[in-house]
Nanobody
Framework: QVQLVESGGGLVQPGGSLRLSCVVS????????MGWYRQAPGKQRELVAH???????NYADSVKGRFTISRDNAKNTVYLQMNSLKPEDTAVYYC????????WGQGTQVTVSS
């Protein structure tokens, strides 16, 4: 059974940075396109960024230029570096496959507030 464990969230002031990590266990991680998603209160979960097997990346317009997704296949881990954070980035952040979703992990809360 695949397990997704996200970490690294917290409370940060506008303009600050956070680095999220997601460790994947129970599956061959390196063969999948991986994504970071987020869900704000009262809103649907949305895809923030994804990274292909070869390392190429795509971002939602709302985070382009501020967020960077990366992966370490040896550690079965995908990262999300978030810079210049805004209050509208406040959400629970999750990682998952980009295409066929696994069962969701618990996510990690990111709160951007002064």
């Amino acid at each position: 059974q695949v397990q997704l464990v996200e970490s690294g969230g917290g409370l940060v002031q506008p303009g600050g940075s956070l680095r999220l990590s997601c460790v994947v266990s129970g599956s061959i991680f390196s063969i999948y396109i991986m994504g970071w998603y987020r869900q704000a209160p009262g809103k649907q979960r949305e895809l923030v960024a994804h990274i292909r097997i070869g390392g190429s990346t795509n971002y939602a317009d709302s985070v382009k230029g501020r967020f960077t997704i990366s992966r370490d296949n040896a550690k079965n881990t995908v990262y999300l570096q978030m810079n210049s954070l805004k209050p509208e980035d406040t959400a629970v952040y999750y990682c998952n496959r980009f295409d066929t979703l696994w069962e969701w992990g618990q996510g990690t809360q990111v709160t951007v507030s002064s």
